[in-house]
């Protein structure tokens, strides 16, 4: 009699996988891909625990076009740790790592002045450990070592704002080789201190607020963030709007909670001129989370809520997957205009470009190459997306104002626009011990970065032991 029952139609690939049954982060188990009824699965063979299905997509048809998506990688400039004994235990980044960090997250507190339910890092009040200058400068050199020009900074936490030298710290990112920097918060301080705003308005183009945006719904931000937290967004979003800050909304989802929000979260970012779009996050298994539930929500739920909602113009067509990483990626960029609604309150006109861009287009363009360097490759996009668009007549030969993923091409802008008439959609899933799977984390482009290593974010939320020196999440300073 077979250990092990057939309960699946195809079987596509073979993978390594966590057991999320038993918990044991030590080894790694044998994994299948297989789908079922049009969905995909992570079948999981586990000696002790015997087998698991977890549903990682439920549209074969999308997992199949990620497959399509994938493009020549483009690989950390040096490995900063060994392969001793294989991915993911020799974070990082190890030699098999096969994407370079298109965000890099520096970590500057453990302190925050909430206690999320939903809380990645477990942080809360009265955990302090505020990283030294010198400790972050450390973390900038460790960073620089693995890509010369980062594409992106994300100062994080804990809440980032609780540290006393915030501002110091933006200030000296802002003047590495990263050609973005942004602060993820949960905007308590913004919604509070203008002074504090006015110091994040001086430093200019080129740096954005990532703020924490999960409903407008006081019950559901009671559940994921223990508060009532709608003022205090509405106050910051308008603090943000005020001082034209540029902006992205954060969501993170917890299915039956929240995801029926997706269309009306939407509708709201646009009538703000500052936001430039909304990220969507699955909730993910780590810190103080407890998914043992039936709330895990899978990218392709999230993308289908999208191009279902009647309201916005992202189609199938318009959410592609993200050529680095396109399983656990999915991106629609539109143009935006302010204009008015019927009310005559203002309201964001979008026109998404994606569906319109040949996927060899994308899928061929190398990225870390600043766009402005990459003029065959700008003009051809220019030329593609001036063709039948309402708004191509005004769209510049030779403009192209802003890049945030390195990997997407940049959104091309008439001459008397910027970075503001920029719209995008992402939808960004992390692994964590049910939905883990090796080929997929060696494509991670987010990493947190220590003063010695770059370690992707999954398996730094994980609590993976690693090969070499175990990780330290809360660290000593050293002086
Ligand atoms: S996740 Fe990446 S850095 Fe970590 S062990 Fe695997 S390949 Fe190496
Ligand atoms: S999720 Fe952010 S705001 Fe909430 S406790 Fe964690 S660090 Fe603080």
Excluded at 25 to 30: F, G, Q, S, V, Y
Excluded at 344 to 354: D, E, L, R, S
Excluded at 360 to 382: A, M, P, R, W
Excluded at 445 to 456: A, S, Y
Aim: proline share 5%.
């Amino acid at each position: 009699m077979a250990y092990y029952t057939k309960n699946y139609d195809l079987f596509l690939s073979a993978t390594q996988s966590f057991c999320h049954k038993c918990g044991n982060l030590k080894k790694c188990i044998d994994a299948h891909i297989v789908t079922k009824n049009n969905e995909v699965f992570l079948r999981k063979f586990c000696p002790d625990c015997g087998e698991s299905m977890v549903k990682i997509s439920t549209d074969f048809n999308y997992y199949k076009k990620c497959e399509d998506y994938l493009k020549v990688p483009d690989l950390p400039e040096k490995a900063l740790t060994r392969v001793l004994k294989g991915c993911p235990f020799d974070c990082g980044v190890c030699p098999q790592h096969q994407n370079h960090p298109c965000l890099a997250l520096f970590n500057i507190t453990d302190e925050c002045n909430m206690k999320c339910n939903i809380c990645y890092y477990a942080a809360e009040p009265g955990l302090g450990n505020h990283r030294s200058m010198a400790q972050i400068e450390q973390m900038l050199e460790t960073l620089l070592k693995t890509e010369s020009e980062p594409d992106l900074i994300q100062v994080t936490g804990g809440e980032p704002t609780t540290h006393p030298k915030i501002i110091e710290i933006l200030q000296y990112l802002k003047k590495s080789p990263a050609r973005h920097l942004m602060l993820n918060t949960n905007g308590i301080k913004i919604a509070q201190d203008e002074n504090f705003v006015k110091d994040l308005k001086k430093l200019g183009a080129g740096f954005e607020v990532y703020l924490q945006f999960d409903s407008l719904n006081p019950e559901v931000l009671k559940d994921l963030r223990a508060k009532d937290m709608v003022e205090i967004r509405k106050k910051s979003l308008a603090m943000l709007e005020k001082y034209s800050i540029s902006t992205t909304l954060v969501v993170v989802l917890k299915k039956g909670l929240n995801e029926h929000e997706i269309p009306e979260i939407i509708a709201y970012s646009r009538t703000y001129k500052c936001i430039r779009g909304v990220v969507f996050q699955p909730i993910e298994e780590a810190g103080r989370v407890d998914t043992h539930g039936d709330f895990r929500i899978t990218l392709s739920e999230i993308r289908q809520i999208i191009i279902e909602d009647e309201r916005n113009p992202f189609t199938a067509d318009d959410m592609i997957p993200l050529p680095c990483d396109p399983h656990k990626i999915s991106v629609g960029y539109a143009a935006k205009t302010m204009c008015k609604d019927k009310k005559g309150k203002p309201y964001a006109n979008i026109m998404p470009v994606t569906g319109q861009l040949p996927k060899e287009l994308i899928t061929n363009y190398q990225g870390t190459v600043t766009f402005e360097k990459d003029k065959s490759f700008v003009k051809t996009v220019i030329e593609t997306v001036s063709l039948d668009t309402a708004m191509g007549e005004g769209i510049l030969k030779d403009k192209i104002k802003q890049k945030l993923f390195c990997c997407w091409p940049d959104f091309l802008a008439p001459s008397d626009m910027g970075y503001e008439n920029v719209y995008r959609l992402v939808i960004s899933e992390f692994s964590d011990i049910v939905n883990f799977d090796s080929s997929n984390i060696k494509r991670e482009c987010n990493f947190m970065i220590e003063p010695e290593r770059i370690i992707p974010f999954s398996t730094y939320n994980m609590g993976i032991e690693f090969s070499q020196t175990t990780i330290q999440k809360f660290w000593v300073p050293s002086s």
